[in-house]
């Protein structure tokens, strides 16, 4: 399996700041990674597909980069509703995987 | 609007089977991949296993013994099967749907939980 490294966790922010989250690959995986925002108590919610694809209705201060091993999620001014936690998962070869979560505390 | 809407037991002794169905309310049920994840404060989010509308399915390898999804394209639905469970199952377990390769759509999540 694929595994997923996420740092840092957590991340303590303000509002304002432009936040950059890491995901590693233990092998490349191309551009086949996702991002996710989860809500405590909610279900995952995509953001960016495919390294660096904006998901509709997701606002544009999230992009996301990389290809390989190396991949970001940065959110260009961190807003109130930002504060979750953010996975990446790999989409390259079956089982896909998910890094254990970066936390975006205040 | 579609949504996604889950449902199954929540509570399950060792050795009994898990069983979550999940239905798509409100838009098309062809074209897309079906999915089922669950996720632990142990292992985080894990990929269960896919089928899509012609039922191809993939699996864990680390499930696939004891995995069966199939899917109902008459009623929308689709359903998961776990056998033989034990504590390490328990876990919050989502439906999803998506594209080939990512997860659009979400269940509203059901916490299963293993216990004697």
């Known amino acids: 399996d694929i595994q997923m490294t996420q740092s840092p966790s957590p991340l303590s922010a303000s509002v304002g700041d432009r936040v950059t989250i890491t995901c590693r690959a233990s092998q490349s995986v191309s551009s086949f990674l996702n991002w996710y925002q989860q809500k405590p108590g909610k279900a995952p919610n995509l953001l960016i597909y495919a390294a660096s694809s904006l998901q509709s209705g997701v606002p544009s201060r999230f992009s996301g980069s990389g290809s390989g091993t190396d991949f970001t999620l940065t959110i260009s001014s961190l807003q109130p509703e930002d504060f979750a936690t953010y996975y990446c998962q790999q989409s390259y070869s079956i089982p896909w995987t998910f890094g254990q979560g970066t936390r975006v505390e205040i | 609007q579609v949504q996604l809407q889950q449902w199954g037991a929540g509570l399950l002794k060792p050795s009994e089977t898990l069983s979550l169905t999940c239905a798509v309310y409100g838009g098309s049920f062809s074209g897309y991949y079906y999915n089922w994840i669950r996720q632990s404060p142990r292992k985080g989010l894990e990929w269960i296993g896919t089928i899509n509308d012609s039922e191809t399915t993939n699996y864990n390898p680390s499930l696939k013994n004891r995995i069966t999804i199939s899917v109902d394209t008459s009623n929308n639905q689709f359903s998961l099967k776990l056998s033989f469970v034990t504590a390490a199952d328990t876990a919050v377990y989502y439906c999803?749907?998506?594209?080939?390769?990512?997860?659009?759509?979400w269940g509203q999540g059901t916490l299963v939980t293993v216990s004697s």
């Open positions: 999803a749907r998506g594209r080939l390769r990512d997860f659009v759509l």
